[in-house]
């Protein structure tokens, strides 16, 4: 009868970790909503500046801005955007996986020079390469409990100080890009310096007679801060849906194989209990006998 407690104990526990799974998939669910209205909001304004910003790229090649400018990457910073919880999945592990192969792959020679920094935004990442002892620059954990547009840009403005003043001759950023609810994409792009074909070939420029005010340089200078802005604040956004995206499906994994686990403890349970059963019935019978011989 112990086997049989122990099976009985066995299947309340799967049943509370259903009931918890189940709980978190639909927080998630409410969750991700929120956080695709704000990311398919973000896009159309983010494709319209750079679709500015590319019918405007002629003005780049005489432009005076610190943030277009190519430089030899002796010092590099990556910003690996993760997420404060886990019970997603891959879905951590998946970015930093993607910038330690980033790191080996362009950044090597860097690295073993310790002239490759770390920006984590995200708990995940942040303790990660922590405790690896990489060079991390501050604490962003704190910016996924207020998801503003102005505290990421704190982020993104003291990385452009830090880029304008040559701390960093490039920057990178890592995240997972959201698609729909089950599929998130890897994604690697150059921030710093604003890489100048991706404006000229994302979008091709339109063939319009435009009136510009105050002039097109000034525009131009304008533009190229806030799109890096927009760039992050985008990043940020989509690794925020994608999260939530990867929490749902993982805990509707979990909850149907906690289903299938319940089952097979179930017929465990039913199979010792009549085990136990016919050898009380044969024990009683032997007795019987025994008695009457």
């Given amino acids: 009868?112990?086997?049989?407690?122990?099976?009985?104990?066995?299947?309340?526990?799967?049943?509370?970790?259903?009931?918890?799974?189940?709980?978190?998939?639909?927080?998630?669910?409410?969750?991700?909503?929120?956080?695709?209205?704000?990311?398919?909001?973000?896009?159309?304004?983010?494709?319209k500046l750079k679709e500015i910003l590319g019918n405007l790229?002629?003005?780049?090649?005489?432009?005076?801005?610190?943030?277009?400018?190519?430089?030899?990457?002796?010092?590099?910073?990556?910003?690996?955007?993760?997420?404060?919880?886990?019970?997603?999945?891959?879905?951590?592990?998946?970015?930093?996986k993607a910038t330690n192969n980033l790191i080996a792959e362009k950044y090597n020679e860097q690295f073993k020079n310790g002239n490759v920094s770390i920006v984590a935004i995200g708990k995940k990442s942040q303790d990660f390469y922590e405790k690896r002892n990489y060079n991390t620059i501050g604490n962003n954990n704190e910016v996924y409990a207020t998801l503003t547009f102005e505290n990421v840009t704190k982020i993104t403005e003291s990385i452009m100080v830090g880029f304008e003043k040559g701390k960093f001759d490039k920057v990178e950023l890592v995240y997972n890009k959201f698609k729909n609810a089950a599929v998130q994409i890897l994604t690697t792009e150059q921030l710093l310096p604003l890489p100048k074909n991706a404006t000229e070939e994302q979008i091709k420029p339109a063939n319009i007679d435009y009136i510009l005010e105050p002039s097109k340089e000034n525009i131009v200078e304008q533009l190229i801060p806030k799109?890096?802005?927009?760039?992050?604040?985008?990043?940020?956004?989509?690794s925020h849906a994608a999260e939530h995206g990867a929490r749902m499906t993982s805990m509707d994994k979990a909850t149907e194989n906690a289903g299938d686990l319940l089952k097979a403890l179930k017929l465990s349970y039913n199979q010792a209990r009549q085990a136990a059963i016919t050898t009380e019935l044969t024990e009683i019978v032997s007795g019987a006998a025994a008695l009457n011989g």
């Avoid at 910073?77 to 997603?88: K, P, Q, T």
């Avoid at 799109?227 to 989509?238: G, T």
């Fill in 57 to 96: 790229s002629a003005s780049l090649e005489g432009s005076s801005s610190p943030f277009i400018q190519e430089r030899e990457p002796n010092k590099v910073l990556i910003i690996v955007v993760s997420s404060n919880r886990g019970l997603a999945g891959a879905f951590n592990m998946n970015v930093i």
């Fill in 1 to 47: 009868m112990a086997n049989l407690k122990e099976v009985r104990i066995r299947i309340a526990s799967v049943q509370s970790t259903q009931q918890i799974t189940k709980a978190m998939k639909m927080v998630s669910a409410a969750k991700l909503k929120r956080a695709t209205n704000a990311i398919i909001q973000l896009r159309p304004y983010a494709t």
């Fill in 227 to 238: 799109s890096i802005k927009i760039q992050l604040y985008k990043a940020v956004l989509d």
